[in-house]
């Protein structure tokens, strides 16, 4: 073709075709595309133009021809590649695109629109190092700054993604220092580039002589320049001069709270190893004083000489609302309290630190971020003086005057809120029955002062219900009476009822409903905050786990559909942004976008939602055989998952949950305590954190290396799930072809690795822990679900490869056991309901999820092994002859002996019958309990939780500690109020009603517990067709 | 006490407290990232105590001629950090980032009263009504701010018809 011939056809014959594809009209486009061609049969545009349409319209096969015919008519126009590229792209072969490139290239050579072209190419193949070389090559034949920077960063990423050697940005550091010094920079982005990469190599003097230099000048912003000046400063133990520069910076800013900490670093002379000038360095106090070389009375001294710098700065902002000088004076009483922890000195410096934080009361208790301020310096102050503290801090809110009716609630708040943090297990249930009534009476007296607010605007009191139940469910773990977790329920519900948005009520109702076995009522209050985009990364572990545990399979898949959608738009789009940003020169974004990328690739919660939906497609299947085989076949004969959980990969697991989100009872997916452990809960349980509630969560490290650790070991176990499952239901086939042929021995050791591995998961290790399975101690290491997986598969080995006759016959009686086990919270028959003791409930909601799980996966595997390997032995069953590695698998039936085949026959004939049993006696427990719920679920809360919900309230009731007591003051208070709540609000109050509440929540129970029993029927069924 | 500075993606994992807001869209990724890659002086994040993410602005600059302007696309404050002023400071950096820009522009929600309230106190005024400007339905004002550049303050003289959404000139 000649060299123009790719972009031949004049522009006006193009258009119809180019409005009809950007209007989406293919049908209309592939016709033109055909008519034009017809026309210039020899234009390879038009030829990538109609794999374009096709390719839109599903024709893959057709569009994937067209390109290659495109592509050997090596086309060297950028339209033509261009449009080449998006096709090749979308069609999932971006390397086809990156060789046409090559080839324009060399046969054009030092074409920049194509070389630029090559350039895209290998950013969307994240080939770092052909970037490199072609920046490099662009740089010399074109000498502009901007491909030089391409070049640094194609290394930078080389180094930090490809992990080659350190030594590379020593390299990229000489290119740039020689542009610097010929030419200087053009781009600030350029400049930040450069002096990251020399703040990388230690040279932070040479830095900040670049900066002082004229190159310095790009900084539009004095500030910026100033911060990082500084913040060099510090890293070279430049102590007093970071201190001026941060001092500086402070007055022309004195709200920069990150800047307090330089500063005081700076003072103390407490070194930073790294600047982090390109990086999202997160605010930290450098509190460790062995890294000073001062003497704490010098250290004492200089803290001395910053208050009067900061009392300067309060001076300054004394009518502002800029916080930060008043905070600082927390953090220097803080510094100074833990320097006299090295001294004598630690009364009075505890007594500074607390009025410091009276001081800071005063002047910004009435802001609803007080408590979040202070809540870091909390933790210091001794035990002893706490009660101290709070005395002062109430005579404070007397004491103050000018306060509006506001300020003063919200002071309220903030008090009742470092109560909370103070809180310990010596305060008596009585007494936080009395907060949790004062909270509510405040509440209602908020719902007053905020009625001239727009309902879309958050009210003055709205922390004040979340308190309340944070009360309730204190008083729940000391009790356990379910009737405060309603209560809770009740009063976030009554909340929403009267402001729709408060996102932290929804979280703590789909925390309590997940508990009280709700799922469809958590879920629905999940959809009201609208998670999509990115926050679908950060906050499905609100509904991920209790979804699993349920049987709203539908509304599971679309929750993990998303999830998987998100990461994969994420991963097609995230290339051509790195591009965008290339040619915008913003360098550092660059990195960043690719190291983002990188991590969301990585992603914990894309692994979960990957193999939970390929183990929800099994257990959608019902124990229909035919169904599972084709599923597993689609995963490779469950290899698949096992490539996603490799050593490497689950080593490399990135967590981005926004686990602050979550309400403090239930600090992380998993974790939970308002739920009794059965055996042992799958998850590490704190004692700290039961010991304590908090506001707002915030993991130490260790808690963090903890989760991290057990999510590894528990999606490695959902990993090995569909493998072992494949090798599970074909046992019977490797029974008798011979102990000795390698195909069985290879079989036999893979699942007995693979069953090991699975145990270790589960903490087991080694043999020796199968001597009894039915062992009380045995059944202490998991789940029921997960220890009757392990013992079924570990039965598959036994019972085909060693011919354990007793194996089978046990795992009846293990499944019989945790039967009755999870079954024990109900007693109930054809003539007996449930009538049910306030501990039966709350252990319903740990006996129902896992009762839940036993029955859709365990048993769920087990009914299916039990078909397949009947399918095998029948007579007329034969599976088709498979060749594995080389060695023909003859069929088991050709191998074994008739008479051992009808033996083995009867014996399954019995182990089905029985477990049949076993199901069937679970569906008739199951169904007298679904006719007990009918009406008498909602009865038995009303009796146990709202008996005394009726309005009616008087300080007798908090003596009695009985749930309802709370809600009733609230509605008491409301009530007394009618009339000055707003319109709507006063409606609202006398409508609002607790009884359809309970109703549905007993639906919601029923309707869970009426697709379980569905599917215990369909499983029977399959196992008696 | 707010430290105020460069939006990066990170913070996009970070950002769930002020995002569950309901008035607050949370836009797919290719959108964030555009904004990062193209206008990363304009996407600015507000950090607190405790490395609290307090709020966002996101913006850009477009235009051409006398239409040269700042568009705020969002700017969002975490509940527990409103009434702070934090708004006001995000949006001042904004329009002061660059001398070169006639005006700064936003688009509301008609509905968004205590929204629209809060603009008119930085000097916004609402410039014309957008019929149907949201997915749904619902109309949106265009707020607009002269800037110093701007002397004689045309950019905001009040359009007295409503438009469409195909009649704006720019996304």
Excluded at chain 1, 51 to 71: F, Y
Excluded at chain 1, 194 to 201: C, G, I, M, Q, V
Excluded at chain 1, 993 to 1011: F, G
Aim: proline letters at 3%.
């Amino acid at each position: 073709m000649s060299s123009r011939g790719g972009n031949s056809v004049a522009e006006r014959r193009l258009r119809p075709l180019w409005d009809a594809i950007d209007c989406r009209q293919y049908k209309t486009a592939l016709k033109l595309a055909t008519s034009l061609l017809s026309k210039h049969p020899d234009s390879t545009y038009l030829i990538v133009l109609k794999a374009l349409v096709l390719e839109r319209m599903g024709k893959t096969d057709e569009a994937l021809d067209l390109c290659k015919q495109a592509k050997e008519s090596e086309p060297i126009d950028d339209l033509t590649l261009s449009t080449l590229q998006i096709v090749y792209q979308r069609l999932g072969h971006p390397n086809e695109a990156s060789v046409c490139y090559e080839k324009a290239c060399r046969k054009v050579p030092n074409n920049l629109e194509l070389m630029v072209g090559l350039f895209c190419c290998y950013v969307r193949d994240y080939s770092f190092l052909k970037q490199q070389q072609v920046a490099m090559k662009m740089h010399k034949l074109f000498a502009e700054e901007r491909f030089l920077l391409w070049a640094v960063c194609s290394i930078q990423l080389q180094v930090s993604c490809d992990k080659k050697d350190r030594a590379l940005l020593a390299l990229a550091e000489a290119f740039l220092k020689k542009r610097y010094e010929a030419h200087g920079f053009e781009e600030l982005e350029a400049l930040v580039v450069y002096l990251a990469l020399l703040e990388n190599e230690g040279k932070y003097q040479t830095a900040l002589d670049v900066l002082s230099s004229k190159a310095g000048d790009l900084f539009s912003i004095r500030t910026d320049r100033l911060k990082l000046e500084g913040k060099l400063l510090l890293s070279s133990h430049k102590y007093d001069l970071a201190a001026k520069v941060f001092k500086e910076v402070l007055e022309m800013s004195s709200d920069d709270w990150a800047m307090y900490f330089l500063y005081l670093d700076a003072i103390l002379e407490l070194s930073h190893n790294n600047a982090g000038i390109n990086g999202n360095s997160m605010i930290d106090s450098n509190s460790d004083f062995s890294l000073s070389g001062l003497s704490i009375e010098e250290s004492e001294g200089r803290l001395q000489s910053a208050k009067g710098f900061i009392e300067g700065l309060q001076i300054k902002e004394s009518h502002g609302l800029k916080r930060g000088p008043f905070l600082a004076n927390i953090e220097i009483e803080k510094r100074r309290f833990l320097l006299s922890l090295q001294g004598e000195y630690q009364k009075p410096t505890a007594n500074l630190l607390q009025r410091s934080i009276v001081d800071y009361f005063k002047r910004f208790g009435h802001l609803a971020s007080f408590t979040t301020d202070i809540q870091g310096y909390l933790t210091l102050i001794p035990l002893d003086c706490r009660d101290s503290l709070l005395q002062s801090l109430r005579l404070c809110c007397t004491e103050i005057e000018g306060d509006s009716s506001v300020a003063l609630l919200r002071r309220k708040i903030s008090l009742f809120q470092m109560q909370l943090q103070f809180s310990s297990q010596s305060t008596s249930d009585k007494g936080i029955m009395c907060q949790a009534v004062e909270v509510t009476k405040l509440y209602a007296e908020s719902v007053k002062l905020s009625r001239d607010l727009d309902p879309q605007e958050n009210m003055w009191g709205e922390e004040l219900v979340t308190l309340a139940a944070t009360f309730l469910i204190q008083l729940f773990l000391r009790t356990r009476h379910p009737g405060y977790v309603v209560e809770v329920i009740m009063l976030l519900e009554f909340g929403l009822a009267i402001r729709k948005h408060s996102f932290p009520y929804k979280t703590m109702l789909i925390s309590l409903y997940s508990t009280m076995v709700c799922p469809s009522l958590a879920f629905e209050w999940f959809k009201t905050m609208d998670v999509k985009n990115i926050l679908v990364e950060t906050l499905s572990h609100h509904i991920l786990l209790p979804l699993t545990r349920s049987m709203h399979w539908s509304e599971f898949e679309s929750v993990l559909g998303e999830t998987l959608k998100f990461h994969e738009d994420c991963a097609k789009e995230a290339a051509d942004l790195t591009i965008v940003a290339y040619k915008q020169c913003n360098y550092t974004k660059v990195l960043e976008f690719v190291h983002f990328t990188n991590r969301l690739q990585r992603s914990h919660n894309l692994l979960l939602s990957k193999i939970e939906g390929v183990i929800l497609q099994l257990r959608e299947k019902s124990g229909v055989l035919d169904d599972i085989l084709t599923s597993l076949e689609r995963l490779e004969d469950g290899n698949m998952p096992l490539r996603w959980s490799t050593v490497d990969n689950l080593a490399d697991l990135s967590f981005n949950e926004s686990l602050e989100t979550r309400p403090w009872w239930s600090p992380a997916p998993g974790q939970c305590l308002l739920t009794e452990a059965f055996n042992q809960q799958p998850f590490l349980q704190d004692e700290e954190i039961k010991a304590q509630p908090f506001l707002q969560h915030k993991e130490i490290k260790a808690q963090a290396i903890a989760r991290e650790s057990n999510w590894r070991t528990y999606v490695h176990k959902r990993c090995l799930l569909p493998r072992i499952l494949h090798l599970a239901l074909n046992v019977i086939r490797f029974r008798e072809v011979g102990p000795n042929n390698s195909a069985a021995i290879e079989y036999d050791n893979e699942l007995h690795d693979l069953v090991k591995k699975y145990a270790k998961s589960l903490g087991l290790e080694g043999d020796e822990f199968f001597g009894d399975t039915l062992s009380n101690s045995f059944l202490k290491n998991g789940e029921p679900s997960d220890i009757f997986s392990l013992v079924l598969f570990w039965t598959c080995s036994e019972f085909v490869f060693r011919k354990s006759s007793q194996a089978l016959p046990n795992l009846n009686e293990l499944a019989k056991i945790y039967v009755t086990k999870l079954t024990s919270f109900a007693k109930v028959s054809d003539t007996e309901s449930w009538k049910p003791s306030l501990a039966d409930i709350t252990y319903s909601w740990t006996c129902l999820p896992l009762l839940l799980m036993l029955v859709t996966e365990g048993f769920m595997w087990y009914s299916i092994c039990l078909q397949s390997w009947f399918r095998h032995l029948q007579p007329g069953g034969k599976t088709s002859k498979k060749k594995k590695k080389g060695v023909v698998m003859t069929d088991s039936l050709d191998a074994m002996a008739e008479s051992d085949r009808a033996a083995l026959l009867l014996e399954l004939k019995s182990v089905k019958d029985s477990f049949c049993n076993v199901l069937k006696e679970l569906l008739h427990w199951l169904t007298n309990l679904l006719k007990s719920l009918d009406g008498q679920y909602e009865c038995v809360l009303v009796e146990h939780v709202s008996d005394r919900v009726d309005g009616s309230f008087s300080a007798d009731f908090i003596d009695s500690l009985v749930p309802g007591t709370v809600y009733n003051a609230l509605k008491s208070s409301m009530n007394s109020a009618a009339g000055t709540l707003g319109d709507r609000v006063d409606a609202l109050v006398q409508t609002f009603e607790v009884r359809p509440l309970i109703q549905r929540i007993e639906s919601s129970v029923s309707a869970n517990l009426h697709k379980l029993s569905d599917f215990l029927r369909s499983l029977i069924d399959g196992l008696q067709s | 006490m707010t430290t105020i500075r460069r939006f990066c993606c990170e913070d996009l994992l970070r950002f769930a407290n002020v995002n569950l807001d309901h008035l607050t869209e949370t836009f797919n990724m290719s959108f964030y990232l555009t904004y990062l890659a193209r206008w990363p002086d304009f996407f600015h994040v507000a950090e607190g105590p405790g490395n609290h993410i307090m709020g966002y602005i996101m913006g850009k600059v477009e235009g051409q001629g006398e239409s040269w302007h700042g568009h705020v696309t969002a700017v969002s404050v975490a509940p527990e950090y409103r009434r702070q002023q934090l708004a006001k400071k995000l949006m001042n950096l904004l329009e002061n980032i660059s001398t070169t820009l006639f005006f700064v522009d936003l688009f509301v929600r008609a509905s968004n009263a205590p929204a629209i309230k809060m603009y008119e106190k930085l000097g916004y005024v609402i410039y014309r009504r957008v019929l149907r400007y949201y997915s749904n339905e619902e109309d949106g004002f265009d707020m607009r701010k002269a800037l110093p550049r701007d002397v004689e303050k045309k950019s905001v003289i009040p359009l007295k018809e409503p438009v469409i959404p195909e009649e704006l000139e720019y996304d």
